[in-house]
């Protein structure tokens, strides 16, 4: 009769990159602010002439600081607007969607530089 032998399977280890680890954040300033965080993203891309002042302009410079968009940890950065009213001041709502540690990092190096961003 034949004897039963444990199959025993010997894999090579994976080449494929670990998954990153997405992650988000909100980030929220007053209008007052605004000229602040453009210099600091300014600074940060070597453009002293980059017009910053449309959460459009901002949304791409934000992107091409942190490399969001380019391929490298995928995620999407989301810049608002919010018309000030009779009673409250504008704001600008920066918000960051499943984008890599390093994008993040980035984004807070920017946002660290400015007095009063949350």
Do not use: C, K, N
């Not at 894999?11 to 680890?21: G, L």
């Not at 968009?69 to 009673?87: Q, S």
Request: proline share 7%.
């Amino acid at each position: 009769m034949p004897r039963l032998i444990p199959h025993v399977s010997v894999r090579a280890p994976s080449r494929r990159p670990r998954a990153v680890e997405h992650v988000s954040a909100e980030y929220a300033f007053g209008r007052s602010e605004l000229p602040a965080v453009a210099a600091a993203l300014r600074v940060r891309l070597r453009d002293r002439r980059r017009a910053l002042d449309t959460p459009e302009q901002l949304r791409r410079a934000l992107e091409e600081a942190s490399s969001v968009g380019a391929g490298v940890g995928g995620g999407r950065i989301e810049v608002r607007r919010i018309p000030g009213a009779l009673y409250t001041s504008e704001s600008w709502q920066v918000r960051l969607e499943s984008v890599a540690p390093a994008a993040r990092a980035a984004v807070d190096e920017v946002m660290s530089e400015v007095r009063g961003v949350r």
